[in-house]
């Protein structure tokens, strides 16, 4: 006969030390071990702080979350497992069946993608228009209108919204107002302060910053509301990794020194590429030439991010021989990388529209846009105009 164990399966000393550890400790635990079940209400009721199952809430998630509080002058956001996750939590947390939400024409192709699929499964009503005009705006908003959702520097042709006309009109008829503000970032664009109700990230991008963590963020200013989209989040499973979550933290610290250098390397590779044989059109929010350079100026100042776009003579031949001729810097559909990425939307983001349909939004087939990443600039514009000059011969 074997004796039964003498020692329980779960070790449950931690090492002590009078010193700590200068990094946030990575807590993968799922559950967590109350003391007794009176313990347990304490908690649940909010009379002591304590986790108790990772999908209603973890020490990496909220470490990452008050850190993103802080830079929106928010309280209470979440983390959630992606961008898609925290759009998804805020659309099913404000919204119900027979509501009307509507969105941007140039969203995320995700959240057109719901818009468009998703919601009218529910019962919600969805529609698109131009955020760079206000009486669009006004003109599609219906009386059972309950959320617009835009994001103020739009992909890839980089339009800007018209922020200040659309909060006013959320504001007077009671609408919220929700802004994925990924592309901005609260380095340049803080939506709250500008009438926002309800601010997301798709923290993967600029915050995160390394391509190795996917992840989201949602918040609402109206704390009843942020109630909704987090129990929301908790019920459908949104939770995020607590791995993902601490390597973003370990990305955010340097976010800031990120997002100034990509931006100045921006502004000196959109002049360049302007300069350039070869290149039809430049835009960068920061230029002149751009067409809503004073509404960015007005919103942004000269924070006009890491993002630019720029089409090739040439077309499709022409975007083949540059992709080519740059193999350093990754031809990747996504953003907010440390190092450059490019993206062809008719290949990628936008090959669902039709020719004349991207036609109509700007984008021929030798359009690119460009995620500025931190590299020596100097370095960047010889690579980028190799390849421009590659597309020529
Ligand atoms: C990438 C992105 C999303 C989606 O984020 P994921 O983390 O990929 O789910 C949403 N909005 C914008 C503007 C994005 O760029």
């Known amino acids: 006969m074997t004796r039964p164990p003498r020692t329980l399966v779960r070790r449950t000393e931690w090492p002590q030390s009078a010193s700590r550890p200068v990094v946030t400790p990575l807590q993968p635990s799922v559950v967590y071990a109350a003391e007794s079940p009176d313990a347990l209400d304490d908690q649940y009721e909010g009379r002591v702080a304590g986790y ?13 979350a008050r850190m993103i509080d802080g830079m929106e002058g928010a309280q ?32 995320y192709g995700r959240s057109l993608r719901m818009m468009a699929e998703e919601l009218p499964r529910f019962g919600i009503a969805t529609s698109l228009v131009d955020p760079t005009d206000v009486a669009a705006v006004a003109a599609a908003l219906r009386p059972e209108t309950r959320m617009i959702l835009i994001e103020l520097v739009s992909n890839p042709t980089l339009r800007v919204a018209d922020m200040a006309g659309i909060a006013a009109l959320a504001r007077e008829r009671g609408i919220l107002l929700a802004v994925d503000n990924t592309f901005t970032t609260p380095r340049a664009f803080r939506p709250f302060q500008h009438g926002a109700d309800i601010v997301i990230h798709s923290v993967t991008k600029l915050l995160a ?23 929301t989040s908790v019920t459908l499973g949104l939770t995020p990794s607590p791995f993902d979550c601490w390597l973003a933290e370990r990305g955010l610290y340097s976010f800031e020194l990120r997002y100034d250098r990509a931006e100045e390397n921006a502004r000196a ?13 430049v835009l960068y929010p920061g230029r002149a030439d751009h067409p809503d350079h004073a509404r960015a100026a007005a919103l942004l100042g000269a924070r006009t991010g890491n993002m630019l776009s720029f089409e090739l003579n040439g077309g499709r031949e022409a975007a083949n021989a540059f992709t080519r001729a740059c193999p350093q810097i990754a031809f990747a559909p996504t953003l907010g990388d440390i190092g450059t990425t490019l993206s062809h939307p008719p290949s990628s983001s936008h090959r669902a529209l039709s020719p004349e349909a991207r036609a109509a939004l700007g984008i021929g087939e030798g359009f690119f846009r460009v995620s500025v990443g931190v590299e020596s600039a100097d370095l960047l514009i010889e690579e980028l105009g190799a390849a421009v000059a590659a597309t020529r011969a």
């Open 269 to 281: 590779l959109a002049d360049a590429l302007a300069r350039m044989a070869g290149v039809k059109q």
């Open 76 to 107: 209470d956001g979440i983390v959630t497992g992606s961008g898609m996750a925290a759009v998804t939590a805020v659309m099913l947390g404000c919204l119900k069946a027979g509501d009307h939400v509507l969105g941007g024409d140039q969203l």
């Open 52 to 64: 108790a199952y990772a999908r209603e809430g973890h020490p990496n998630a909220d470490v990452l």
């Open 209 to 231: 910053g390394h391509s190795d963590a996917t992840l989201g963020y949602a918040v609402a200013r109206d704390p009843d509301l942020q109630k909704a989209i987090r129990d």
